[in-house]
């Protein structure tokens, strides 16, 4: 079964940190990108960080720069994101996703071919 499954999210105060895991697991087409998006209701899905998986090169939205942190551990085959001085805007459902292409730069869900459920973060003022 093709899935990604997401752990970490939860309630934390403004200025807290929370860790995010995603593991991928029999995924049918080769991933070369992993990446977090956001949802908040009523928005559309927005990109947060990705990583190339192989090479360990990093993107990351302007929002988020400086305060979050992607990586891999590829013995582990989990992907995280470390998220640093959370802000209530932080606010927001959590995705995993996996493409066939790194790139660079920012990415839209299009570019995305698989995705977790979602995990909600949650930052009080």
């Known amino acids: 079964q093709e899935q990604l499954v997401e752990s970490g999210g939860g309630l934390v105060q403004a200025g807290g940190s929370l860790r995010l895991s995603c593991a991928p697991s029999g995924l049918t087409f080769s991933t070369d990108v992993m990446g977090w998006f956001r949802q908040v209701p009523g928005k559309e899905r927005e990109f947060v960080a990705a990583i190339y998986w192989s090479g360990g090169r990093q993107a990351y939205a302007d929002s988020v720069k400086g305060r979050f942190t992607i990586s891999r551990d590829n013995a582990k085959n989990t992907v995280y994101l470390q998220m640093n001085s959370l802000k209530p805007e932080d606010t927001a459902v959590y995705y995993c996703?996996?493409?066939?292409?790194?790139?660079?730069?920012?990415?839209?869900?299009?570019?995305?071919?698989?995705w977790g459920k979602g995990t909600l973060v949650t930052v009080s003022s």
């Open positions: 996703a996996a493409g066939s292409r790194w790139r660079g730069g920012t990415y839209s869900s299009y570019d995305m071919d698989y």
